[in-house]
């Protein structure tokens, strides 16, 4: 079966901890992507990648940190930064050809 | 002013009718449009992408573009219980080198038994 994949489904995190959502596609797609939403708001880019150790900062990257060693793995650091980090995060993969982006399940974070 | 601006709602439509739902973008330079459904707690799905004006069907659902307008609009027909959901409404436009994807806040559609 080709998808994404991410994990955890839920996480919990402590004040002052640094946590890493997995995101893993298997659809041979070059960029990867991933957003945060906030209930009653839409999605907010936070990083994206078009090539392999490469990646942009998005709109709300500020406490975040993003890697891209490998085509098919694209994993988000929240930092202990980050004031906010209770959200749903969602990390999508498109091709560079074809502008359609596909959502993994996300992972539900929730700070403690 | 928002870049993609949708209605919040909750839209209730009773079981069999057509629901249509609503999105402007601001952005003229915008190439690509889509609609996603989000479920409750889950991720979204894409049901629809429109490139040119005009409508596109796609079993029941109608996707419409008006780029003079800068308005896509998504018809359901027959609507079903199951189509409650949120449905986001986005937008891609191209920049130098790169693409970038803007979402609406998405409208709530309950479709009533």
């Known amino acids: 079966d080709g998808g994404i994949t991410q994990s955890p489904k839920y996480l919990f995190r402590k004040e002052g901890q640094n946590v890493t959502l997995s995101c893993e596609q298997n659809?041979?797609?070059?960029?990867m992507y991933w957003y945060r939403q906030d209930p009653g708001q839409g999605l907010r880019l936070i990083y994206y990648?078009?090539?392999?150790?490469?990646?942009q900062k998005g709109d709300i990257a500020e406490g975040y940190s993003v890697s891209r060693e490998k085509k098919e793995s694209f994993p988000l650091t929240v930092t202990s930064a980050q004031k906010n980090p209770t959200a749903f995060y969602l990390c999508?993969?498109?091709?560079?050809?074809?502008?359609?982006?596909?959502f993994g399940p996300g992972t539900r974070l929730t700070v403690l | 002013q928002k870049e993609v601006e949708q209605n919040s709602g909750p839209l209730s439509v009773p079981e069999g009718a057509i629901a249509s739902l609503n999105c402007t973008y601001s952005?003229?330079?915008?190439?690509?449009f889509f609609w996603y459904r989000q479920y409750s707690g889950k991720s979204p799905e894409l049901i629809m992408s429109?490139?040119?004006?005009g409508d596109k069907e796609d079993g029941r659902f109608t996707a419409q573009l008006n780029k003079a307008s800068q308005y896509v609009s998504l018809l359901i027909r027959d609507s079903q219980p199951s189509d409650s959901a949120t449905y986001l409404c986005?937008?891609?436009?191209?920049?130098?080198?790169?693409?970038?994807?803007?979402f609406g806040t998405g409208t709530r559609l309950k479709v009533l038994a």
């Open positions: 999508a993969s498109s091709t560079l050809t074809e502008d359609t982006q596909y």
């Open positions: 659809l041979n797609h070059d960029a």
């Open positions: 990648s078009q090539i392999v150790n490469d990646f």
């Open positions: 952005d003229r330079g915008s190439q690509s």
């Open positions: 429109i490139y040119s004006n």
């Open positions: 986005a937008v891609m436009v191209r920049l130098p080198g790169t693409y970038k994807y803007i």
